[in-house]
């Protein structure tokens, strides 16, 4: 029974530790993004709409990529997902180096999207691998644990940000840009870009390490085993598409997602317009933002050896719609430490969602994650949806956009506990 219970079993532990260096991986890539629409809005001179546009190829990617990447996990296994995941990274974040020569914003689009793709598919084989290391009753509670070390990536993604690449923005604004000649705005933009090149090929010199790392490690015993007659794919969608369950807990992660990215990328706007300051000191809130993300991501793994993650689920978001009604209200300090507070609420939303949905699905848990990950496409369209908010009125206002969001993940939760599942647990 002490073996049943425990998160992680010995055997388990360095395939586990190899997946949580993962899961900080891409957190590290996805908060070092989110500073990028801010950047990029100051250096080409765009509009909110256009530089959110930096998301919907980041997340857009995502959806793109999942079903791909469950294809590979069935045809072959969840290591061979991770190495073509980490490859594909690789090589998105190398692209950072020609897009800064090139200086062209498509170009940095494109980088992104083959980044975010290889995250894609990493993402698609490390969280339903990580719940097969063990028992499935403790399956939610690993994935939290291992989501746990997601936000050591994004504190590590922030802090290269605030520290590389914010503090390397020419202080010019856009009418100071379009006074400038030919030469000297191409001196300008060409120092910001390489600015945001560093720390991108950086990353991928470490996502080529972690792939030689895994190459050499050995598999668990459980993805050596093949199914005999694996379910026909047609027969997998139809049964994943009657699970109302399931298919709940795929538009909750859209919304959640969308939340989350929404909360992340105009944090530094936000901040700017609450305390009338500037693009470092937005950054830092930022930075404290993931720093209590990275805190309450242990605290909610712990409360769950008492509390159901879906009783957790709707408290947490029901208190974060909450913080954003007072984010759009009070636009001063009180609103900025709200705004932190939402980070406290999303640290167990997306493992929570993830492995609620997965419940019971057994092989048809490898498409499933797929859909899990494509429902990502929540962070390319809502941001999109929160930009033209505060084009045609002001960042504080476009919080009701994760507002909504967050009573819709209120509701699954809710679902999650009166349905029979949880209810037999």
Known sequence: ?????????????????????????????????????????????????????????????????????????RRFNYKTGLLVGLAMAACGALLFYPASQTMLYSHFLLALFILAGGLSILETSANPYVMQLGCE?????????????????????????????????????????????????????????????????????????????????????????????????????????????????????????????????YTIGYTMEALNTTEVTGGQVLQYSMLVFLVSRFIMTWLMRFISGAKLLRFMALIAAVLCFIVTTQVNLVGVVALVAISSCLSLMFPTIYGTAL????????????????????????????????DAFNTAVSFVVPLGCFLIVSLYGHHSIRSPRHQQS
């Not at 388990?12 to 899961?23: D, K």
């Not at 991986?25 to 629409?37: R, S, Y």
Request: aromatic share 10%; proline share 4%.
């Open 1 to 73: 029974m002490q073996t049943q219970s425990a998160i992680v079993s010995r055997q388990m532990l360095w395939p586990f530790i190899l997946l949580t260096i993962c899961f900080a991986a891409w957190g590290t890539a996805a908060n070092m993004t989110d500073p990028l629409v801010k950047v990029f809005s100051k250096t080409f001179s765009m509009s909110a709409l256009q530089s959110a546009l930096v998301q919907f190829s980041y997340y857009g990617a995502y959806f793109c990529l999942a079903l791909p990447a469950a294809m590979i996990n």
């Open 137 to 265: 009753q403790t399956a939610t509670r690993r994935l939290n644990l291992a989501q746990a070390f997601n936000p050591v990536g994004t504190n590590i993604g922030v802090f290269l940000a605030a520290t590389l690449i914010l503090p390397n923005l020419n202080q010019a604004d856009s009418a100071s840009r379009a006074l400038m000649s030919e030469a000297q705005l191409k001196t300008v933009v060409s120092a910001e870009l390489d600015a945001v090149m560093v720390p991108y090929v950086g990353m991928a010199c470490c996502l080529i390490l972690l792939w030689l790392c895994i190459f050499f490690s050995r598999s668990p015993a459980t993805e050596t085993k093949v199914t005999s007659q694996p379910r026909k794919l047609k027969k997998t969608f139809q049964h994943l598409y009657q699970n109302k369950h399931y298919r709940f807990g795929v538009l909750a992660q859209f919304f959640n997602v969308g939340a989350q990215t929404c909360v992340w990328t």
């Open 359 to 390: 419940e019971g699905l057994g092989e048809d848990a490898k498409v499933g994650a797929a859909g899990l990950v494509m429902a990502i496409l929540g962070g390319a369209f809502l941001p999109l949806i929160q930009a033209a908010t505060i």
